[in-house]
């Protein structure tokens, strides 16, 4: 049994088989931008598809998107990445193309469904997933069954205020935990020190390792205000297991020890021991498949 697995990220939509064991192969990449507008888009998830359909037999699609999305409806929403691609009903459209069965979600929550049936948090009864990123994201899965929350917006653990009256976020609030430690909250945190700018998030962790103590000083304290994340969560939710995946975890050796040391200083002395802390595998395409997964298993 096969299926195929979409992700819609920042800049581009991957794609690449994956069967009922969590096997990925044969993937390949679709270059989107800013400027595209319905039609464009609709036109790469058609470009990006339509090999695999001649290739193999497939029992249906998954895809992960960013928010905001519609899960109910299966709609993308105009986001900072796409901003022109507004309203988009990406599920019916798919459906009608391919006629196949179309699964859809936030991609932090296919994160957690990924994590849960296949990766770190394989067979955890209360999983939390921490995607690190452009942004900061969250998905819980409890005795296997993903929360979505309203139509599919729920656990938006990045936009959870830490630092009362703290730093401007994307989503207009002030103090959010994803002004801190996400790839946007770092670069504007070193900026904001530095007064100088830096391309990507992958030159401020190499500012890290080359010592320049403004980057130090700001991944420390966004080590913190992720650890008071990662707390309330616990202490909200009772989950046994927190799993972190996404871009910056590429970068775990320079945080994780830390975070991990934070974390357990601050949750409640009964759970230090036996919370599981663990650094995931970031396979955006296994966790849109895992969607098709989820609704077999409860239906």
Same mark, same amino acid.
């Given at each position: 049994?096969?299926?195929?697995g979409?992700?819609?990220?920042?800049?581009?939509?991957?794609?690449?088989?994956?069967?009922?064991?969590? /096997?990925?192969e044969d +993937?390949?990449?679709?270059?989107t931008?800013?400027?595209?507008?319905?039609?464009d888009?609709?036109? =790469?998830?058609k470009?990006i598809?339509?090999?695999?359909l001649?290739?193999?037999?497939?029992?249906?699609?998954g895809?992960?998107?960013?928010?905001?999305?519609d899960?109910?409806?299966g709609?993308i929403?105009?986001?900072?990445?796409?901003?022109?691609?507004d309203k988009f009903?990406?599920?019916?459209?798919?459906?009608?193309f391919?006629?196949?069965?179309?699964?859809?979600?936030?991609?932090?929550n296919? =994160?957690?469904?990924?994590?849960?049936?296949f990766?770190?948090g394989?067979?955890?009864p209360?999983?939390?997933?921490?995607?690190?990123?452009?942004g900061?994201?969250g998905?819980?899965v409890?005795?296997g069954?993903?929360f979505?929350?309203?139509?599919g917006n729920?656990?938006e653990?990045?936009h959870?205020?830490?630092?009362?009256?703290?730093a401007?976020?994307?989503?207009?609030?002030?103090?959010?935990a994803?002004?801190? /430690?996400?790839?946007?909250?770092?670069l504007?945190?070193?900026?904001? =020190?530095?007064?100088s700018s830096?391309p990507t998030v992958?030159d401020?962790?190499?500012?890290?390792?080359?010592?320049?103590?403004?980057?130090?000083?700001?991944?420390?304290f966004?080590?913190?205000v992720l650890?008071?994340?990662?707390?309330?969560i616990?202490?909200?939710?009772?989950?046994?297991?927190v799993?972190?995946?996404g871009?910056?975890?590429?970068s775990?050796d320079?945080?994780?020890?830390n975070? +991990?040391?934070?974390?357990?200083?601050?949750v /409640?002395?009964v759970?230090?021991?036996r919370?599981?802390?663990?650094?995931?595998?970031?396979q955006?395409?296994?966790g849109?498949?895992?969607?098709?997964?989820?609704?077999r298993?409860?239906?």
């Open positions: 049994m096969k299926f195929l979409l992700d819609i990220g920042a800049g581009s939509i991957k794609a690449g088989i994956v069967d009922e064991f969590g /096997f990925v +993937e390949s990449t679709k270059i931008h800013s400027r595209m507008e319905n039609s888009f609709q036109e =790469a998830l470009t598809i339509t090999p695999y001649s290739k193999y037999e497939l029992s249906g699609i895809v992960g998107s960013p928010g905001p999305i899960i109910a409806n709609i929403f105009s986001s900072a990445n796409l901003p022109k691609v009903q990406i599920k019916r459209i798919l459906n009608d391919t006629k196949m069965e179309i699964e859809f979600n936030n991609d932090a296919c =994160a957690s469904l990924g994590e849960y049936y990766g770190e394989k067979g955890s209360n999983l939390f997933v921490f995607t690190l990123g452009t900061l994201g998905g819980w409890w005795n069954k993903l979505n929350g309203f139509e729920g656990m653990v990045g959870t205020t830490i630092i009362r009256g703290g401007l976020c994307g989503c207009g609030n002030l103090g959010c994803e002004s801190y /430690f996400s790839s946007k909250g770092l504007a945190r070193y900026k904001d =020190a530095s007064l830096l992958k401020f962790f190499e500012q890290v390792r080359i010592g320049d103590e403004n980057a130090k000083e700001i991944l420390n966004g080590v913190e650890a008071e994340a990662t707390r309330n616990v202490n909200l939710l009772n989950v046994d297991t799993v972190y995946v871009g910056l975890s590429q775990w320079l945080f994780g020890d975070l +991990e040391k934070s974390i357990r200083s601050k /409640f002395p759970l230090r021991d919370l599981q802390i663990k650094k995931g595998k970031n955006a395409i296994l849109a498949v895992s969607l098709l997964l989820e609704k298993n409860h239906e």
